[in-house]
């Protein structure tokens, strides 16, 4: 499979496109006034604790406060009391324990905690009562995992993490982790006993987590990793020292910018070519793929050509299909899909895929065929969540099997993480996929105002009908109208003279008033007013 990354920069935005063998794959957006937030590190302020829902609300100064669960906090240390000691512990010394928590859970923001094993065991964060560890006006240093989304605010953790090129550096953490996607057990082997010895060599205290693409890589690539991070890591405290004393919140380190992110994470031995249209940024992206990422360095291309890099893609086609609710597929069947807030839910139809042999061939081959449709689409359309998928009802087991498999094949080249159960009696694959920033349509769109986010609007009828029950309501409550004047959208107005003209009369002779209308365009279908005269 052949993959290419197209940069494209503009005033406004910076978009990058991943292509598969032509074909859009994925889209990341970021808009220079509203950088996402994930991966950014704040000195927060606790603003709210909350021990009904062991979280709290941190300040970090956004328009809206983030939020911190007990499970995302990190574990803390804590003496292992002998039995016999342990009943002889006082409420004094109980006091003393919880007072001692509240002041490590600061420090631990700033320097990873070392446990010993003979004198400490650790007891899971879930364990321990958030109103212990935090309290309100607390200034702790934490981590965005997930952007805000909605009316939500930006989600966070104390597990702070670093990524670089082949590895993710964990202070807090003793964990040596090897990506699942490395599949051999000897790479996985050699990387876990390369990582451990580095560790030893340059004194490094925390953890780390091995990235997909440090499969292969000699360990002196792996040592310049580990070098950059811990050097980071020490920025990084160096300024949360420096800023302590001050009562704002403050950003202590911010992500990439979303080009260079795209070397970091996502170009890899697959990668052909990175294209990118702007001066500026190629000097820069090929500056840091010399440092970081070398061996895509000659595969990075400048693009100086008059028309837009993206409509010689068809970037910008496929961009505006992604914002449809019919995706078609090419035997004719098609998807329909439908984001809420609860929930993603897919339909496959069959279309006007006749088939040949017989119905259920033909719902086989295009569940088949709608499964590669759905996992380009989920990465596209960067849906999270619950989804729901419901496929064409299939009477055989093996095809229902096939069609799982296939399915699960798919989503093996998705970055995020998912979740698949089995088909359900009733046709349905609950699935759930890791969601960390917003949708493309919850980036690109907003409500429709007409609508309000329905998708549908009333009928002309409907609002006729909805004019006359507020003309009667309005006779009965006031007295002294002599005329009733409706200013409602053309199509309405419309269907009162036309259609409805014998139901306006008898409205007049049973209220004794004279009722009449006004057409006001810049009125939605469903606005209209009553105007007493």
Known sequence: MSEELLINISPMESRVAVLDNGILGEIYIERHHKLGLVGNIYLGTVVRVLPGMQAAFVDIGQSRTAFLHV????????????KNKAAKATKREINEDDATANASADSLAVTPPIVSAQST????????????????SQRILVQVTKDQLGSKGARLTTNISLPSRYLVYLPSSDHIGISQRIDGEEERSRLKTELSSLMQTVNLKGGLIARTAAERVPVDK????????????????ARRQEINHHQSSELIYQELSLPLRSIRDLV???TEKVIIDNTQIYEQVRYFAKEFVPFVYDRIVHYTAEQSLFDVHRVEDDLRDALKRRVDLKSGGYLIIDQTEAMTTIDVNTGSFVGGRSLEDTVYKTNL???????????????GGIIILDFIDMLEQQH??????????????????????????????EMTRKRTRESLGQQLCEPCSTCQGRGFVKTAETVCFEIFREIMRCARTYNSPKKFTVVAHAAVI????????????????????????????????????????
Not at 121 to 136: D, F, G, M, N
Not at 403 to 426: G, P
Not at 494 to 506: F, G, K, P, Q, Y
């Open 71 to 82: 499970n995302d906090m990190q574990r803390e240390p804590r003496p292992v009391v002998e």
């Open 121 to 136: 065991e650790i007891v899971p964060a879930s364990k321990t009562l958030i109103q212990h560890r935090l309290h309100e």
């Open 222 to 237: 792996l040592e310049e990793d580990i070098y950059y991070l811990l050097q980071l890591w020490r920025t990084i405290c």
């Open 268 to 270: 890899h031995a697959d």
């Open 369 to 383: 065929e709608a499964t590669h449709a759905i996992a380009r689409q989920l990465r596209l359309r960067n849906l």
């Open 400 to 429: 229902k099997d096939d069609v799982l498999e296939s399915l699960q094949a798919q989503l093996t080249q998705d970055y995020a993480k998912t979740k698949i159960t089995q088909v359900s009696e009733l046709g349905l694959v």
């Open 494 to 533: 419309d269907l009162l003279l036309t259609t409805e003209s014998d139901t306006v009369a008898d409205l007049e002779y049973l209220l004794g008033r004279v009722i009449t209308f006004d057409v006001e365009n810049l009125y939605t279908q469903e606005q209209y007013d009553i105007v007493l005269d």
